[in-house]
Nanobody, 126 residues
Framework: QVQLVESGGGLVQAGGSLRLSCAAS????????MAWFRQAPGKEREFVSA????????LYTVDVKGRFHFSRDNAKNTVYLQMNRLKPEDTAVYYC???????????????????WGQGTQVTVSS
């Protein structure tokens, strides 16, 4: 079991940047694939980005590709989501998620992940 705690959310103006962190407890982190999802008010939770247990190339939804960067530091049991050139439509609660092993083909779907953090609010003002 991996417990996840997100941090780094806040209020930022459009065009600004934020870096979200997700700290994981438990020895399974280094063999867990990780993902970020977000949920805006009145909308369903949606996939943002994912990265395999060994790191390497991250996968992104088209809305954030080129603006967001997902990385992991297995030595610190932490993953990061660097968000640049933020837009008002990026406003949402951002959730960190994990699953043991490699990323599945269903990595864009929330049910593919076993563990979730409590979320951190990101608000982008226009």
């Amino acid at each position: 079991q991996v417990q996840l705690v997100e941090s780094g959310g806040g209020l930022v103006q459009a065009g600004g940047s934020l870096r979200l962190s997700c700290a994981a407890s438990g020895r399974a982190f280094s063999t867990s694939s990780m993902a970020w999802f977000r949920q805006a008010p009145g909308k369903e939770r949606e996939f943002v980005s994912a990265i395999g247990w060994s790191g390497g190339l991250a996968l992104y939804t088209v809305d954030v590709k080129g603006r967001f960067h997902f990385s992991r530091d297995n030595a610190k049991n932490t993953v990061y989501l660097q968000m640049n050139r933020l837009k008002p439509e990026d406003t949402a609660v951002y959730y960190c998620a994990s699953k043991m092993g490699a990323l599945p083909t269903t990595f864009r779907e929330s049910h593919a992940y076993d563990n979730w953090g409590q979320g951190t609010q990101v608000t982008v003002s226009s």
